[in-house]
């Protein structure tokens, strides 16, 4: 921040001091889009290290991520699978795998009891 008073910006040339105010300006956004760029590099080792620290499963929803605000990390993950085609990508990469069977068989599971008149009479309906 500029520690010069306000006041200190009027000359009696307009100009002038019109000049040094948009050369303040832009040093001020020279410097943000400086830190905004380092922040681009570390954010996500960041973010790597703190979804690697997580040890139990419950730790999955707990708020521990500072996005201004605390986030979880399956926050982090369904946003990241609806916003970014990576994330999405190594998602369904991962869901086709076989390590994935246990989550397929859970969804599975509670999918088909939410839905089942519903599921039943269609398979029904086309067999």
């Not at 979804?51 to 999955?60: C, E, S, T, V, Y």
């Amino acid at each position: 921040m500029n520690a010069r008073h306000p006041l200190s910006y009027i000359t009696a040339d307009p100009v002038v001091g019109a000049t040094g105010l948009d050369d303040d300006r832009q040093a001020d956004q020279d410097a943000h889009e400086a830190m905004l760029a380092e922040a681009e590099q570390h954010a996500p080792l960041i973010v790597l290290a703190q979804l690697h620290a997580i040890k139990r499963p419950g730790d999955w929803f707990e708020p521990s991520i500072c996005t201004g605000a605390l986030s979880s990390p399956d926050e982090v993950f369904c946003e990241a699978v609806e916003q970014d085609d990576d994330s999405r990508n190594a998602y369904a990469e991962l869901m086709a795998s076989p390590p994935a069977q246990r989550l397929r068989q859970a969804m599975a599971e509670w999918f088909g009891r939410k839905h089942a008149l519903a599921i039943y009479l269609e398979r029904a309906g086309h067999a």
